[in-house]
């Protein structure tokens, strides 16, 4: 879902007549894309080779001409909403909670509540409860996100009050015991910071809602193209989430300082820690109620009249959820930090590091596991819409426990290399020996870490060349985007084969733990498979630069230079790993002398320092933020219903402000909707919701409706949204894609999709609107429109009972 840096547009010509023109609104995609470029106000077009691209730079004289000026092509830009801010630069920091929420939506167990039934007011209508099976999904799914930020709150608390404050302020600097409980307070502030950035948000134009008044549960029952509104009208769910995942990170962070390893005032360390426990199994016992609960309210708000509090059916007291946990979490946290005053001199001499925080990384890690199971249980399996074959081996069951898995990663790698880079910084002050320790855990969560990537980099580069090497139809072999293309049809099997390897990795490692009591030394890896792994991604490195460069159709002198210094670097960690020698650059080795300390660098302190690198870059640069937007285009479309620390959701406001612009369409107005990739899936989304007062049209290129939404939101993206979208436009919906187009496809339906364009040019997923089809489009999705206006059929409402929209007002989430 790339941008797409768009120059001419064919336009449509047979829009040149005495009528008025059609109203083209182009939707862009993730990225950005800035309005003068979809709106073709920047580049000049070369007008002597059409077929070649346009730059300047073949050595020959060449003519160029002005855009074409169309005063009725428009450009909807929605992606300030998710890289305008600099304090967005930081939402980083909150991808494990965005994966962790994404694969509550990634759930096969699909709404259960079908259209309202009746014909009184639609805030009447009864609602059909949810069922068992994804009650229980929405509470495996909850829980796991608990665990995400509890795994969040234990690496804060090692890096500050371990690391930082009783390592190296007590043990080494010999500062008093209680500065281990400011060390607690601090993290406490980092908590309560993570907490700030995901509330803080461009607020909304409209009157501002006070989210606690909406009390309900709508996972599970709301979806596109039935009972919409409450997606983005739900606030109470989310604020409530908020307040149990603070209180349950606090509880940690005082259970762990807590826990009675370092002796001394036995008295408030025992209710400190009753407290923290009483902390904890309210925060489960409330997300289990809110979960099981049936989480319906009577109706929806209506923003034209006064506020009125609604209440979901079975849902615990509101009072309960927000001030019910934080008070024994915050008294739980204070009497830790009182507990540390009590540590005596021989202790701290005698234990190198908290014991507590480092037996908290097995049962999480086991925790995790176990609930991501479940919850591939319990989902169930798809069910195959009525004339659509089943798919023989359908792993999309696999990938919301996967993705849960993979949450659970990142936020732990995350934490593993900011703490061991403070780690070798604080060391480097030693005069003798380490003075901070961060363990073997680290080592070992970096070796697992880079041996998964090289097996999976290997089987991806296997699977890609199998497919190059399979002649098509035509008895010619694919082109190489064609080839990947194939692999992400059904991208389910690349989260299969991560969840299924990191499972593996894990279920070894506590069985390992357990049988020795603790982890073997890093150096305990035998050296053909330190060798196979270093190979394997070095000849993937290069396979992807060679890749890479002919790509970009790099000049050969530039390409020969790139490759040797490749090479070069690649035998210079062949050599220092042979020979175990390197230097120490900011605390980091580099070559890195040993396998354990290449693993750190590829899979810990690399990412997390180009994480930082970026986080910096963005706080400085629109650009360099709408680089990093990317992922929060694509991940933050959906509410924040399971992990509500996640980034701010903008469907809020991008799918109801292009819902209201299409209500506002004046009748006999032609207007087409012209979406590319994450913009077709608000479009479409908008569409669904929307209640036009004449008939328009949509045009959507390049599209993940199907090819990416269906595939890992099955229970939202089905054919049942994808019909009541073609029902809803009156078959006035052209869809474009290429065959080397890895991420836009078909909605499989033949009064939709157009045949595969052909891609001479390799533009993949960019510059749909080159192609003469893509005029040819708009011109028939015109005349579909107008022969609609001068002979009127039944809207959708009148044909399928589906009611007006109801008008709902974007609060906070």
Do not use: K
Request: with cysteine; glycine share 10%.
């Amino acid at each position: 879902m790339d941008a797409e840096p768009p120059v001419d547009a064919p336009g449509p010509a047979a829009a040149h007549d005495d009528r008025d023109p059609p109203v083209e609104l182009r939707v862009h995609g993730v990225a950005g894309t800035p309005p003068e470029l979809m709106l073709q106000l920047v580049p000049a077009v070369r007008t002597d080779r059409a077929e070649q691209p346009p730059d300047d730079d073949d050595g020959a004289i060449t003519e160029w001409r002005q855009p074409p000026a169309r005063p009725q092509l428009r450009a909807w830009s929605w992606g300030s909403l998710t890289s305008g801010r600099w304090y967005q630069a930081f939402y980083l920091v909150l991808l494990p909670f965005m994966l962790a929420n994404l694969a509550g939506w990634a759930l096969l167990a699909s709404p259960d509540g079908g259209p309202p039934t009746g014909t009184d007011d639609h805030a009447d209508r009864e609602r059909p409860a949810r069922g068992v099976r994804i009650r229980w999904c929405v509470l495996l799914v909850r829980l796991a996100a608990l665990l995400v930020t509890t795994i969040f709150a234990f690496w804060t608390q090692l890096v500050v009050a371990d690391l930082v404050a009783y390592q190296w302020l007590v043990r080494h600097a010999g500062w008093p015991g209680w500065t281990v409980g400011a060390g607690f307070a601090v993290t406490a502030g980092v908590l309560l910071a993570v907490v700030w950035l995901s509330r803080i948000r461009t607020r909304p134009t409209r009157r501002h809602v006070d989210p606690w008044a909406v009390w309900t549960d709508p996972a599970g029952r709301a979806s596109l193209h039935h009972d919409q509104p409450p997606m983005w009208n739900s606030p109470g769910i989310n604020v409530g989430l908020r307040r149990l995942h603070l209180s349950a990170a606090l509880g940690a962070v005082a259970l762990a300082g807590c826990w009675p390893s370092a002796g001394g005032w036995t008295t408030w360390r025992t209710a400190g820690l009753w407290c923290a426990v009483a902390t904890l199994a309210a925060v489960a016992v409330l997300t289990c109620w809110i979960s099981l609960a049936d989480g319906e309210g009577p109706g929806s708000a209506d923003p034209a009249g006064p506020p009125r509090a609604l209440r979901g059916h079975g849902l615990p007291p509101v009072a309960l959820v927000r001030h019910g946990t934080w008070p024994p979490a915050a008294a739980a946290l204070a009497l830790a930090a009182v507990a540390t005053g009590g540590v005596d001199t021989a202790w701290v001499g005698a234990h190198p590091f908290l014991p507590a925080l480092r037996g908290s990384a097995l049962w999480l890690s086991l925790a995790v596991l176990v609930v991501a199971a479940l919850v591939g249980v319990v989902q169930g399996r798809v069910v195959p819409a009525p004339g659509t074959p089943p798919r023989r081996r359908d792993l999309r069951r696999a990938n919301a426990p996967s993705i849960l898995l993979l949450a659970a990663a990142i936020g732990a790698a995350l934490g593993a290399g900011i703490a061991e880079q403070v780690a070798r910084l604080a060391g480097s002050t030693c005069s003798v020996g380490p003075c901070v320790v961060v363990g073997d855990t680290v080592g070992w969560m970096a070796i697992v870490f880079t041996s998964i990537l090289a097996a999976v980099g290997l089987v991806v580069a296997l699977c890609w060349l199998a497919l190059r090497l399979v002649p098509r139809a035509d008895g010619r072999r694919p082109p190489a985007a064609v080839a990947l293309r194939s692999l992400t049809v059904r991208g389910s099997w690349l989260t299969a084969l991560l969840g299924a390897l990191g499972s593996l990795a894990t279920v070894a490692g506590i069985a390992v733990a357990l049988a020795r009591g603790g982890l073997p030394p890093v150096s305990a890896v035998p050296v053909a498979v330190s060798a196979t792994v270093v190979g394997t991604l070095i000849l993937l490195t290069l396979g992807l630069l060679a890749a890479a460069l002919r790509h970009r159709h790099v000049r050969t002198p530039v390409a020969i230079g790139v490759a040797v210094a490749v090479v070069a670097v690649a035998a210079v960690v062949v050599w220092a790993l042979r020979s175990g020698r390197s230097w120490q650059v900011l605390g980091v080795p580099l070559p890195p002398s040993t396998f354990a300390e290449f693993s750190l660098v590829v899979a810990i302190l690399l990412p997390t320092a180009l994480v930082l690198r970026r986080m910096y870059a963005a706080v400085r640069s629109v650009a360099a933020r709408r680089g990093v937007g990317v992922l929060w285009d694509v991940g933050t479309f959906w509410p924040r219903w399971f992990h509500p620390l996640a980034p701010p959701t903008y469907s809020d406001r991008a799918v109801t402000g292009l819902t209201d612009r299409i209500e506002d369409v004046e009748p006999g107005e032609v207007f087409v909707v012209a979406a590319h990739s994450q913009g077709s899936v608000i479009a479409g989304t908008a569409l669904l919701a929307a209640n036009p007062r004449t008939p328009v049209a949509l045009l959507t290129f390049g599209s993940p409706w199907h090819h990416l939404y269906g595939e890992f939101f099955p229970g939202y993206f089905d054919t049942g949204a994808t019909a009541a979208l073609v029902d809803t436009l009156d078959r006035r919906w052209r869809n474009l894609y290429r065959d080397t187009d890895p991420i836009g496809g078909p909605v499989h339906d033949p009064a939709v999709d157009a045949s595969a364009l052909a891609d001479p040019h390799l533009r993949i997923h960019s510059d749909y609107w080159l192609e003469p089809e893509y005029g040819v489009a708009v011109a028939r999705l015109e005349r579909a429109i107008r022969s609609a206006v001068q002979h009127p059929t039944p809207g959708p409402s009148e044909r399928t009972g589906r009611p007006a929209r109801e008008q709902t007002t974007p609060t906070t989430r």
